[in-house]
């Protein structure tokens, strides 16, 4: 089993539909999560930490589920601006340093 | 503008040259990390540094070899490379371990020729 799993996609949506990704990790262990986006030939930058209680920062939402060890990512409103791949990041803590990626789930928002 | 710094942006190497990376970070950051981003695969951890001392190694070929002569530089030596190293070779700065963010700088794009 990988240690963080996306799918690839590519995710095709409207403009202004809600989109939503998942991400699952192997390490129960793990300790802080994030989600980043990369647009194309460029770095990955962040979008947003995933806390335990959850947050939402505009129109991102990111939840974390420890029980079944998965994060989500929920995109309202679409934008064209939003096309990019959205990579999700674990971080194993307890003194690591170790930044896990998944491999991303690409995005097309459609005019 | 970006607090993590890479230079060459874009690097065409031949098989038998040596070449470096170099990375600087201006936000203060303790630990920095050289990350391979090849095509259709999830970022690869290579190295990690941590108050200029080498964290994490992992299982890299020795033809990459890194340098961190201080907390804000980072280096990577290249020597011998083969073209499956083509790839883009990210270099990152975190605060510290305690779950915090890594900033990413926007990379080299290399090529073995």
């Known amino acids: 089993r990988k240690e963080v799993e996306q799918d690839p996609g590519p995710f095709n949506v409207p403009e202004g539909a809600t989109v939503a990704f998942n991400c699952t990790y192997s390490n129960s262990a793990s300790q802080s999560f994030f989600w980043y986006r990369q647009d194309c030939r460029k770095e990955p930058k962040l979008l947003m930490s995933?806390?335990?209680s959850g947050n939402e920062d505009g129109r991102f939402t990111a939840q974390l589920n420890r029980a079944s060890q998965y994060i989500s990512l929920l995109i309202r409103d679409s934008k064209l601006s939003d096309s990019a791949t959205y990579l999700c990041?674990?971080?194993?803590?307890?003194?690591?340093?170790?930044?896990?990626f998944g491999t991303g789930t690409r995005l097309k928002v459609l005019a | 503008e970006t607090g993590v710094t890479q230079t060459p942006r874009h690097l065409v190497m031949g098989m038998t040259n040596k070449k470096s990376l170099k990375c600087e970070q201006h936000l203060g950051h303790n630990a920095m990390y050289w990350y391979k981003q090849s095509a259709k695969k999830p970022l690869e951890l290579m190295f990690v540094y941590s108050l200029e001392e080498r964290v994490e190694n992992n299982s890299v070929p020795s033809r990459f070899s890194p340098e961190c002569p201080n907390s804000s530089h980072l280096f990577l030596h290249l020597h011998t490379l083969q073209p499956e190293d083509s790839a883009l070779y990210l270099c990152?700065?975190?605060?510290?371990?305690?779950?915090?963010?890594?900033?990413f700088g926007q990379g080299t794009r290399l090529t073995v020729v």
């Open positions: 990152a700065s975190s605060q510290d371990t305690s779950n915090t963010e890594a900033f």
């Open positions: 995933v806390y335990s």
């Open positions: 990041v674990v971080n194993e803590g307890s003194g690591t340093y170790k930044y896990i």
